[in-house]
């Protein structure tokens, strides 16, 4: 096999591993993600589809794949192995119990499809891999996992918040928008509140109540990054 051969199985192999991450892909994204030619990403996507990979293509929008199909697991590289256990270490040094717990468990079936000496190396860098806390005196919580559902599925959600001010709990019922947060320091619900008619940041350890409702809003259609940029610019 020549290497131009084994270059493109390389990138065959590549783009249903992009298809398998995410609902939808054009061709312009691939083309810049493998360094090629759009014409050369349709003859990619002909060979998968001759050699019966299930490539469903959308008109206007892009390629996906059918739903169900999967790949055999992927073996990973011992620098991809590498990149995940020392993102586990910076994971584990977020102050939301639910990260942490769902992180793990990802990782440890992702460790378990590993090549044996992969997963000797894995083990020892773990071992060898660590971040000092920014912040240890700042509190946790165990609402992120369940505040990131009712994120994707657009829920309303029902606080009961205690303000940092006044010392005051009060109810509000929101939208949440986004989450963010700085390494080792509490995380933040960015959400359209109805009782203040304007987008606020919820920190979680003040949440002492939280309950996703039967009902459904429709999304904002402003992005995290220009929220940000109008807080900064506020704040």
């Known amino acids: 096999m020549s ?76 620098e991809e192995a590498n990149a995940l256990i020392t993102a586990e270490k910076l994971v584990q040094l977020n102050k939301d119990s639910s990260l942490s717990q769902n992180y793990v468990s990802a990782v440890t079936k992702i460790k378990s499809v590993l090549r044996s000496n992969t997963k000797d190396k894995a083990a020892l860098l773990s071992e060898r891999v660590a971040f000092e806390e920014t912040s240890p005196l700042s509190s946790g919580s165990n609402l992120l996992s369940s505040l990131q559902i009712a994120l994707t599925h657009f829920d309303v959600v029902r606080l009961a918040y205690r303000s940092s001010a006044k010392d005051d709990t009060t109810l509000r019922f929101v939208e949440p928008f986004a989450v963010i947060n700085r390494l080792g320091e509490n995380w933040y619900l960015i959400a359209w509140c109805r009782l203040r008619q304007d987008f606020r940041l919820f920190r979680f350890d003040r949440i002492i109540e939280f309950e996703i409702i039967n009902e459904t809003f429709k999304p904002h259609k402003i992005s995290l990054e220009e929220f940000l940029e109008n807080y900064r610019r506020k704040f």
């Open 3 to 78: 290497d131009n051969d084994t270059s493109r199985l390389s990138r065959l192999v590549a783009i249903v591993t992009q298809l398998q991450s995410k609902r939808m892909i054009t061709s312009t994204y691939l083309a810049e993600q493998f360094n090629v030619s759009v014409r050369t990403i349709y003859r990619d996507i002909r060979t998968l589809e001759s050699a019966g990979v299930p490539v469903v293509t959308e008109e206007g929008k892009g390629y996906t794949l059918m739903e169900g199909y999967r790949l055999p697991p992927v073996m990973f590289s011992e």
